[in-house]
């Protein structure tokens, strides 16, 4: 059937992806044999940024004892897994310093706001 020129088969896959669009934007999931959306579990952010503090951390953690053992004399260890391991840590600690400098630059703007 066409209306305006237009099938509408086609109309009803544009409304269809715009559901879907809508949908994915609220953080919910169509649930197509439902018919109802059901929501996703959402990501605090706190616990994001816990997260990744934990994740730096435990490279920093992996890293360091990784150079203990090579001071040790330990040969399983190569020099260039230290130094690898090193770098990842020093690169995600000041991506983690730059996140931070941005969320106080965010706070800082937000504070000087007029209301």
């Given at each position: 059937?066409?209306?305006?020129g237009i099938?509408?088969?086609r109309i009803d896959?544009m409304v269809?992806?715009l559901?879907?669009?809508?949908?994915?934007?609220?953080?919910?999931t169509?649930?197509?044999?439902?018919?109802?959306?059901?929501?996703?579990p959402?990501?605090?952010?706190a616990?994001?940024l816990?997260?990744?503090l934990?994740?730096?951390?435990?490279?920093?953690?992996a890293s360091q004892a990784?150079g203990?053992?090579f001071?040790m004399?330990?040969d399983s260890v190569?020099?260039?897994?230290?130094?690898?391991?090193?770098?990842k840590?020093?690169?995600?600690?000041?991506a983690?310093?730059?996140?931070?400098n941005?969320?106080?630059?965010a706070?800082q703007d937000i504070m000087?706001?007029?209301i």
């Amino acid at each position: 059937m066409s209306i305006g020129g237009i099938d509408k088969s086609r109309i009803d896959a544009m409304v269809a992806q715009l559901r879907a669009a809508a949908a994915k934007m609220e953080n919910v999931t169509p649930n197509p044999i439902a018919g109802n959306a059901s929501p996703t579990p959402k990501l605090d952010f706190a616990d994001a940024l816990k997260s990744s503090l934990e994740q730096v951390s435990a490279a920093q953690s992996a890293s360091q004892a990784l150079g203990k053992r090579f001071a040790m004399g330990d040969d399983s260890v190569n020099m260039s897994d230290m130094m690898i391991s090193m770098q990842k840590a020093s690169i995600s600690f000041q991506a983690t310093v730059q996140v931070r400098n941005k969320l106080i630059s965010a706070y800082q703007d937000i504070m000087n706001m007029q209301i």
